[in-house]
Nanobody
Framework: QVQLVESGGGLVQPGGSLRLSCAAS????????AAWHRQLQGKERELVAT???????TYAESVRGRFSISRNHAFNQVYLQMNSLQLEDTAVYLC?????????WGQGTLVTVSS
């Protein structure tokens, strides 16, 4: 059974940076697609960024130019580099990957932007 494990969240001041990681565990796989979402308690989950096996990326308007999604060569790890963090970026960040045609989610990692 494949699981996604996120890491890299934490507390950062406004204007700071964090790098999130998401790795597949449990079985050797290659994602068909992957994405980062975020969710604040009581709010809808928001798509932040996506990446394809070919490396094509998309971003939410709210993070474009500040965040960057990337992948490793085997496409079983994805990353989210977050720069110029703002208070409104505070959320639980969740990784989603398509594995063997099925979307699976990680457990999430909390990012708190606060002065």
């Amino acid at each position: 059974q494949v699981q996604l494990v996120e890491s890299g969240g934490g507390l950062v001041q406004p204007g700071g940076s964090l790098r999130l990681s998401c790795a597949a565990s449990g079985r050797l796989v290659s994602f068909r697609a992957a994405a980062w979402h975020r969710q604040l308690q009581g709010k809808e989950r928001e798509l932040v960024a996506t990446i394809t096996p070919g490396g094509a990326t998309t971003y939410a308007e709210s993070v474009r130019g500040r965040f960057s999604i990337s992948r490793n060569h085997a496409f079983n790890q994805v990353y989210l580099q977050m720069n110029s963090l703002q208070l409104e970026d505070t959320a639980v960040y969740l990784c989603k990957a398509n594995v063997f045609g099925r979307d699976i989610w990680g457990q999430g990692t909390l990012v708190t932007v606060s002065s």
